[in-house]
T-cell receptor, first 113, second 112 residues
Framework: GAGVSQSPSNKVTEKGKDVELRCDPISGHTALYWYRQSLGQGLEFLIYFQGNSAPDKSGLPSDRFSAERTGGSVSTLTIQRTQQEDSAVYLC???????????FGDGTRLSIL | EDKVVQSPLSLVVHEGDTVTLNCSYEVTNFRSLLWYKQEKKAPTFLFMLTSSGIEKKSGRLSSILDKKELFSILNITATQTGDSAVYLCAPYSGGGADGLTFGKGTHLIIQP
């Protein structure tokens, strides 16, 4: 059965480069969530999509972060001009609209050198 | 600002022991509380608690919510090494973000 798929699973890049993280939710799930987990920290909520729209972007850490979702399915999280503090595991989750149980992908481990 | 405090932050016990993990929360417009188990990668869902005082059970795991005192506990009986993980609690507030506020988790280590 297809769960939430994230790619790449690991990304190492140099400071100042842009990165794009991809999330493919469970088919039929209308809600999609992005989280960040830094070393030793809890999960930090970033943004969620209901369909293609993101009602609340206030969780994004800075204006270098942006996210989009097209066709109500795949979402991309883009980080521009990466900084070392962006190093973390970025997790994506999806859920049926109005259903609280969120199903997580395995995450993308991002390392900024 | 929403707040979630889990305790203890870490716990080491021997196989067969029973453990109780705590989660206290302060969130506006509280709706439900979710528990997750996180091993090496993504969290896996354990329980969703909406009503106060009703215990949910799954095998050796059980959980209960107290909406008056604003806390939840997760119990694991007859622990096994496979229970070693970080256990996360997340109250759902249904606020503008419609996401979950996660605690920092309890790192549980079960020694053989």
């Amino acid at each position: 059965g297809a769960g939430v798929s994230q790619s790449p699973s690991n990304k190492v890049t140099e400071k100042g480069k842009d990165v794009e993280l991809r999330c493919d939710p469970i088919s039929g799930h209308t809600a999609l969530y992005w989280y960040r987990q830094s070393l030793g920290q809890g999960l930090e909520f970033l943004i969620y999509f209901q369909g293609n729209s993101a009602p609340d972007k206030s969780g994004l850490p800075s204006d270098r972060f942006s996210a989009e979702r097209t066709g109500g399915s795949v979402s991309t999280l883009t980080i521009q001009r990466t900084q070392q503090e962006d190093s973390a595991v970025y997790l994506c989750a999806s859920s049926l609209g109005g259903e609280l149980t969120q199903h997580f992908g395995d995450g993308t481990r991002l390392s900024i050198l | 600002e929403d707040k979630v405090v889990q305790s203890p932050l870490s716990l080491v016990v021997h196989e067969g022991d029973t453990v109780t993990l705590n989660c206290s929360y302060e969130v506006t417009n509280f709706r439900s509380l979710l528990w997750y188990k996180q091993e090496k990668k993504a969290p896996t869902f354990l329980f969703m608690l909406t009503s106060s005082g009703i215990e949910k059970k799954s095998g050796r795991l059980s959980s209960i919510l107290d909406k008056k005192e604003l806390f939840s506990i997760l119990n694991i009986t007859a622990t096994q090494t496979g229970d070693s993980a970080v256990y996360l609690c997340a109250p759902y507030s249904g606020g503008g973000a419609d996401g979950l506020t996660f605690g920092k988790g309890t790192h549980l280590i079960i020694q053989p």
